[in-house]
């Protein structure tokens, strides 16, 4: 009997690789997390198929989304916080008073402490509508 299933790890996969460094923008660590290995597997995997190494910004995925196996999509009821903070500031609230308010209201936070910084909140915006 043949077997369809695959039981090679998956960085051994070039395509898949390929797809999740070049395509989707992910980094060695955030791959290493989706298949459970380290990212150092990961970073020799990509110099052995000759898999031009990039510069990404960190690991970290920003607020707003969310890492699934099939690589980074939006995160819903974030999506909404964000687009409440936007609310706020076009309608002159500073980023201190929106904190304090998330806060007040106990959002989540990003680093899921529950607790709100206005740099946070001013970063979050910056990366949202470019002010």
């Not at 999506?79 to 989540?108: C, D, F, T, Y």
Request: with cysteine; charged share 20%; glycine share 8%.
């Amino acid at each position: 009997m043949h077997s369809s299933i695959c039981t090679l790890p998956l960085f051994t996969n070039k395509a898949f690789l390929t797809q999740k460094y070049h395509v989707e923008k992910l980094s060695a660590r955030q791959i290493a997390v989706l298949i459970g290995c380290s990212h150092s597997t990961i970073n020799d995997a990509l110099e052995n198929f000759g898999l031009t190494k990039q510069t990404h910004k960190g690991g970290w995925v920003p607020y707003g989304t969310k890492l699934l196996k099939t690589g980074r999509v939006s995160h819903v009821r974030q999506q909404k916080v964000i687009e409440w903070m936007l609310k706020k500031k076009r309608s002159g609230w500073s980023s201190a008073k929106i904190a304090a308010s998330l806060n007040e209201h106990k959002v989540p936070s990003p680093a899921g402490t529950g607790t709100w910084y206005p740099a946070s909140v001013g970063k979050i915006i910056k990366q949202n509508s470019g002010l």
